[in-house]
């Protein structure tokens, strides 16, 4: 059993049931037909059921991290620079968001900080380029088009019209 992979999944398990608590009780907006909790109660779910698979696994693994013997030597993960960037990265890209969201947009700065996070974790720049602009058309199509949030224009307000079909 590993205890340190257990309390992570059960954090965010707790994490799931305290997003599902806590918007349970968001009064219904006029523009919105199925309740603004649809979708926070959905990924709290998705969370809880995640970190249920994580504890599975974490409760099934030996300790130790597996059978070690004189031919294998301990296998340990290491605290390099290479994972203080990535956990640096993740750490700051909310901030990066509210920094650059306003002022470029987010059809704009999610490119940038999905991009970036994704060429900063595997190294491969026109993967992490695709990635980043597909996953904005596609967060932009649920979030904007969807469930009809509002998404900060920035420098392209005067393309609104054209960059969607409300």
Request: zero cysteines; glycine letters at 10%; charged letters at 10%.
């Amino acid at each position: 059993m590993q205890l340190g992979q257990l309390g992570v999944a059960g954090a965010f398990g707790l994490l799931g049931a305290t997003l599902i608590v806590n918007t349970a009780s968001l009064e219904p907006v006029a523009h919105i037909e199925f309740g603004p909790a649809l979708f926070p109660t959905i990924v709290g779910w998705i969370m809880i059921a995640l970190a249920g698979l994580a504890a599975f696994d974490a409760a099934r693994a030996p300790v130790g991290g597996g059978e070690i013997n004189s031919e294998q030597p301990e296998l340990r993960e290491t605290l390099d620079r290479r994972r203080i960037i990535l956990f640096a990265a993740f750490a700051a890209a909310p901030l990066v968001y509210v920094a650059l969201a306003p002022v470029l947009g987010f059809l704009l700065t999610m490119p940038i900080i999905v991009g970036g996070l994704s060429f900063i974790a595997s190294g491969k720049l026109v993967r992490s380029v695709v990635l980043g602009i597909a996953l904005t058309v596609l967060l932009h199509i649920v979030f904007y088009q969807v469930l009809r949030v509002t998404l900060p224009w920035g420098v392209l307000a005067n393309y609104a019209g054209v960059l969607t079909w409300r």
